[in-house]
């Protein structure tokens, strides 16, 4: 898709200007039969259900084919018997990318924009964008729910970074991109997964014995996922009466599952944080085991695999089971004080590269001369900092935007430092992103080393700026969570 085209969409346009249907409303008592006729008069394929003007759930064609057609519920029942409830909103001022991002997100073909105050003004479809190309964020992740094997992942899959390069040449927030990237690595794991089911089914091992989750860690489950990725998973499962045969079956499940991502040119994690390893497969309460030793044992390795699983997000399965697990964590973890400040001491373990007079520090010998690590000098200090507050505070949120957010809703820090914290984060993720892209046009293997004599004065002055923060962050840390003292 031409690069002018998605600077139109994305940067331009506002929600309510992509509104090109007429509305329909109605009460929630107002009878199936004629929302139906309604809807049918208006020529449009939804009617949003309201209440004094407020959204309250939607009704699409498919509701009336599944339920009233299909299901039986009476055509005089009652409108709210059918609707899906609650509707997804966006604003008629965000840009066109918000809904686009929440529509990839959630898989959802309509969305009800309300005004400032909250009040219904028009229902978007997805086709109220553009005709579904091979550019458009949603018909990628279509086809990748839709593959009917690797080779289709694959193809879909090969649409992604010529998509991501036009999003950062049209100006989308770094943020919002790896939103973006990680959605379409989490589909992919989520086909990948029911792919691994089927093939098990038709060797003759049958359907999962027990309700399963396979979740993700580290920048994958933060939803800060870059176009350079590995497997970072664990596999939890529900307790049943076999024990051996969930081990067994979950076992055969893992392997597939890593097996196919390796084909997807997905490599293995160089520290084993996989499915596949039987470390990371395991029961609910074995998780809770987990999760539990490294709070009360917070040193050394467990540090390592705490900064990946404190970082829990679902991406296939049942969503409860995972949920269970991921509930108790946060609930437990503001309690262990040397825990939080052993996740702090991982933020001081590197110092930003800057040094006196705004100078950067950047290597001096070896390949990578000249340059400095932007992940490993500033994303790691901000995520493993922020993932410290998110601990202490029992947040579940796992994007280190959202924890910054959460972290000023309970004032344990300022609204300005908030601000401050998440342009950082914003302006080093986006160095990552055009470093990574730029190895990638030039033939180089990718990398997170930024070449600060390439950049000009504005980006070197903005991640100036974002390193000063990150050193300032620093110190707050150490002095809230007391990393100069021993428990």
């Known amino acids: 898709m031409p690069e002018a085209r998605l600077q139109t969409w994305l940067h331009r346009l506002r929600t309510r200007e992509l509104l090109s249907r007429p509305l329909v409303t109605a009460a929630p008592t107002e009878a199936v039969a004629a929302v139906a006729r309604a809807m049918t008069e208006r020529h449009t394929g939804a009617a949003v259900v309201a209440n004094k003007g407020t959204p309250i759930g939607i009704v699409t064609d498919r509701d009336l084919r599944s339920k009233v057609v299909a299901g039986g519920y009476p055509p005089s029942g009652p409108v709210s018997g059918i609707m899906s409830a609650p509707v997804k909103t966006v604003r008629g001022e965000d840009w066109a990318f918000t809904a686009l991002r929440e529509m990839t997100r959630t898989a959802l073909h309509h969305l009800a924009v309300v005004d400032g105050d909250g009040q219904l003004i028009g229902v978007l479809f997805t086709d109220d964008f553009v005709p579904l190309e091979a550019g458009h964020p949603a018909s990628l992740t279509q086809a990748v729910d839709a593959a009917a094997s690797l080779d289709g992942i694959r193809a879909a899959e090969s649409r992604l970074p010529p998509l991501v390069r036009g999003l950062v040449r049209a100006g989308l927030p770094a943020i919002e991109v790896t939103e973006l990237v990680a959605e379409v690595h989490s589909r992919t794991l989520r086909r990948v997964t029911q792919l691994a089911e089927q093939a098990l089914a038709a060797d003759g091992h049958g359907r999962p014995p027990v309700p399963y989750a396979l979740v993700v860690g580290g920048s994958e489950g933060r939803r800060e996922q870059t176009m350079v990725t590995d497997q970072d998973n664990g596999l939890v499962y529900a307790l049943g009466a076999d024990d051996g045969a969930a081990r067994e079956y979950f076992t055969r499940l893992a392997e597939g599952i890593a097996q196919r991502l390796a084909a997807l040119a997905v490599p293995h994690c160089p520290g084993s944080f996989m499915a596949a390893n039987p470390r990371w497969r395991l029961d609910v309460g074995r998780w809770k085991e987990r999760f539990l030793g490294w709070m009360e044992r917070p040193e050394g390795e467990a540090l390592v695999e705490a900064s990946v699983f404190f970082d829990w997000r679902f991406v296939a399965g049942e969503e409860a089971v995972a949920s269970e697990v991921w509930t108790w964590a946060c609930t437990q973890a503001p309690r262990y004080a040397p825990f939080h400040q052993g996740l702090a001491r991982e933020a001081l373990r590197r110092?930003?590269?800057?040094?006196?007079?705004?100078?950067?520090?950047?290597?001096?010998?070896?390949?990578?001369?000249?340059?400095?690590?932007?992940?490993?000098?500033?994303?790691?200090?901000?995520?493993?900092?922020?993932?410290?507050?998110?601990?202490?505070?029992?947040?579940?949120?796992?994007?280190?935007?959202?924890?910054?957010?959460?972290?000023?809703?309970?004032?344990?820090?300022?609204?300005?430092?908030?601000?401050?914290?998440?342009?950082a984060l914003e302006t080093l993720l986006r160095a990552r992103l055009d470093t990574e892209l730029g190895a990638a046009m030039e033939g180089r293997p990718p990398s997170t080393q930024v070449d600060p004599s390439r950049l000009d004065a504005i980006d070197r002055a903005a991640l100036r700026q974002a390193f000063r923060t990150i050193r300032l962050f620093q110190r707050g840390l150490a002095d809230r969570f007391r990393t100069q003292l021993s428990w």
Do not use: C, I, N, W
Request: charged share 25%; glycine share 16%.
């Open 351 to 423: 110092d930003p590269p800057l040094g006196p007079f705004g100078r950067f520090r950047v290597a001096r010998h070896g390949p990578h001369r000249g340059r400095f690590d932007v992940k490993a000098l500033g994303l790691f200090p901000l995520v493993h900092g922020m993932r410290a507050y998110a601990v202490q505070l029992g947040l579940k949120d796992t994007g280190t935007s959202a924890r910054v957010a959460g972290a000023v809703d309970a004032g344990a820090l300022g609204a300005e430092e908030g601000r401050d914290l998440r342009h």
